[in-house]
């Protein structure tokens, strides 16, 4: 115990600095340590766990702005919260084109593309029913992962009454 208090006075450390210095470092462990196993926590998910997060996404218009918009933002909530999150995406008026086979409108093959992509990691496109009847469509016109909703808009009603978030552009 000499030999450290010699040591500690040759480089100028009192021991009431040095005992601070090592209460602090266990502190700053302690704290780091618990968030680690928060953060580890969060991570062990199973599958079928039913997700912490729920979101619906408005999609109701042509513009290829909009659907960059739109779309980059689904994405970036699924590589965010990955599978803690479901995320319903409603498409209806001119918004609907970006699930059919053959758009009315205008829509990017990349945003087709993602859109598809979207739909593997479990996003869900809701096509309306009531939009389809005014462009004669049916639900052949539709990409096959889209589902058909009878009013996209009560569609909309009905997810945020069950809990899930309303995203609107």
Request: glycine share 10%; charged share 25%.
């Amino acid at each position: 115990m000499s030999e450290l208090k010699t040591w500690l006075d040759r480089v100028g450390i009192g021991r009431r600095r040095l005992l601070g210095g090592l209460l602090s470092a266990a502190g700053i462990a302690a704290v780091s340590s618990k968030v680690a196993a928060e953060e580890k926590e969060e991570e062990l998910r199973f599958p079928g766990d039913p997700p912490d997060h729920h979101i619906v996404y408005q999609f109701n218009k042509a513009d290829l702005g909009y659907q960059d918009h739109v779309i980059f933002s689904v994405g970036e909530m699924v590589r965010k919260y990955g599978d803690n999150v479901k995320i319903v995406v409603v498409a209806f008026a001119e918004g609907i084109h970006i699930l059919g086979q053959k758009p009315g409108r205008e829509v990017k093959e990349e945003i087709r593309q993602r859109v598809s992509s979207l739909s593997k990691y479990g996003v869900e496109f809701h096509a309306c029913g009531n939009t389809m009847k005014s462009l004669k469509w049916t639900e052949a016109d539709l990409v096959p992962f889209a589902r058909v909703v009878e009013v996209g808009a009560a569609d909309l009603m009905e997810l945020q009454e069950q809990g899930y978030s309303y995203i609107s552009w």
